[in-house]
């Protein structure tokens, strides 16, 4: 199976870049899924389909060529199905703590709800090897980033707090119930989440695996744009993904002689040069301007042959990962690709077996291995893309 994320700013293309690969793929008789994962959904207008302006088929996959389906969630049948008992306890609380009824309902949809929901998905489909590639069309790149951090967010949570919180309310609501008009958790909503988590165990591994999933960059040739995709390219290594292309979209064709886009084309020329700098020695596939709006079936065929050509989407296509585990002379080092930042840019600790990256918004906590988990952190040092942590016993010298 391959899974493969499209991430990148806001209206770069990754919505038909994902289609365009989708039908790729499916073509070419491998069963195949995109799914959206924005909530503000487009993937089936992209298709052209001729349901309503709000029909979303309950969240539920559609047929929309030989062997392809398209998936758009609908949070509201998400809670239905998957939220019931969470959903309930915490409008409840909500609505008791002074919210009124319709405002406590809405606030009880947790950020992530929707994250979760899509995970939740994947690991169906991975569990019922239901399809045999699953291609992901991220929101703008904030919230993709929230997307992949959320497996180990939840494994953290259920390790260090879930059971403790269980236990806890387990001892105290006999008291408690005394002491407070609040309701408390019965440990039927526990229970409920346990459930949840049940049924994502083991998405994070396959997220995280490089024989499986890898994420497509797209950008467009423009200097904002490229900053953002070089900030996506740095957090995507943190979180330990393989990036294996970068599809630079909307590059104005030679034919394009109108004196007014003379600027834009130079300008265009010049960052694709520092895009290929930049991001080697990941393959970039160049996408030119179409001359008109990429939509439906026949369009986003001809896109697939202008992203890739002869080249087979679902392979993967560039496979180093961004983390190194290395001992030499008795010496443990993590190397981490965070490219286009400087060592003022990240912040490192340690907690039990795991080291903490931390570089911006973001945070990772890296599992280090059991030969290397004793150990304290003895200094980092850049050199050049990598990111060079040393390991050694607690005495020695840091720099
Ligand atoms: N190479 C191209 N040539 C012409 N039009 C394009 C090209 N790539 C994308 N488009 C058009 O640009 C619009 C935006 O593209 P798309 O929805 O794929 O972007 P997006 O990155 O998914 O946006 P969002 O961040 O809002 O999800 C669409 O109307 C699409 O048809
Ligand atoms: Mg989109």
């Not at 899974?3 to 365009?20: C, D, Q």
């Not at 992949?148 to 269980?166: M, V």
């Not at 002689?257 to 080697?280: C, G, I, P, T, V």
Request: with cysteine.
């Amino acid at each position: 199976m391959r899974i493969l994320l499209f991430a990148g700013k806001g209206g770069v293309g990754k919505t038909s870049m994902a289609a365009a690969t989708g039908v790729n793929i499916a073509r070419r008789g491998k069963k195949t899924l995109v799914m959206s994962l924005d909530p503000a959904h487009s993937l089936a207008d992209i298709f052209d389909s001729d349901r309503g302006l709000m029909d979303k088929n309950r969240g539920q996959p559609i047929l929309v060529a030989d062997n392809l389906w398209i998936q758009e969630l609908d949070v509201q049948e998400e809670i239905k199905q998957n939220w019931g008992e969470v959903y309930r306890y915490l409008a409840i609380l909500l609505n008791v703590s002074g919210f009124d009824k319709i405002l406590a309902e809405e606030l009880a949809i947790l950020p992530g709800m929707d994250e979760v929901s899509s995970l939740l998905y994947i690991n169906k489909y991975i569990r019922e090897q239901a399809y045999q590639v699953i291609i992901l069309d991220c929101a703008p790149t904030g919230e993709s980033l929230r997307f992949i951090s959320i497996p180990t967010a939840l494994e953290w949570y259920i390790k260090k707090i879930f059971h403790l919180e269980r236990q806890i309310f387990k001892a105290v609501r006999p008291v408690a119930r005394h002491l407070t008009s609040l309701p408390l958790p019965e440990d039927e909503y526990f229970a409920a989440l346990q459930r949840l988590f049940d049924r994502l165990e083991g998405v994070d591994r396959v997220l995280s695996d490089p024989r499986v999933t890898t994420v497509r960059l797209v950008t467009n040739p423009e200097k904002v744009v490229l900053k953002e995709t070089q900030r996506a390219f740095m957090y995507f290594c943190l979180y330990q993904m393989v990036i294996d292309a970068v599809i630079i979209n909307r590059i104005f064709p030679p034919a394009v002689a109108d004196q007014f886009f003379q600027h834009w084309k130079q300008s265009q020329e010049e960052y694709l040069e520092l895009a290929h700098n930049r991001f080697a020695p990941v393959p970039i596939f160049p996408v030119e301007f179409f001359q008109r709006e990429v939509v439906g079936l026949e369009l986003l065929t001809s896109l697939s042959q202008a992203i890739y050509g002869a080249t087979h989407p679902e392979d993967i296509l560039y496979q180093e990962s961004p983390y190194r585990f290395d001992k030499s002379n008795g010496i443990y080092t993590l190397s981490i690709r965070l490219p286009f930042i400087g060592a003022a840019d990240v912040a490192l600790g340690k907690s039990g077996e795991e080291l903490i990256v931390r570089v911006g918004g973001f945070k990772r906590h890296v599992l280090l291995p059991r030969n290397m988990a004793g150990l304290e952190p003895q200094g980092a040092k850049f050199d050049g893309d990598y990111l060079n942590v040393r390991f050694g016993g607690v005495d020695e010298h840091t720099d």
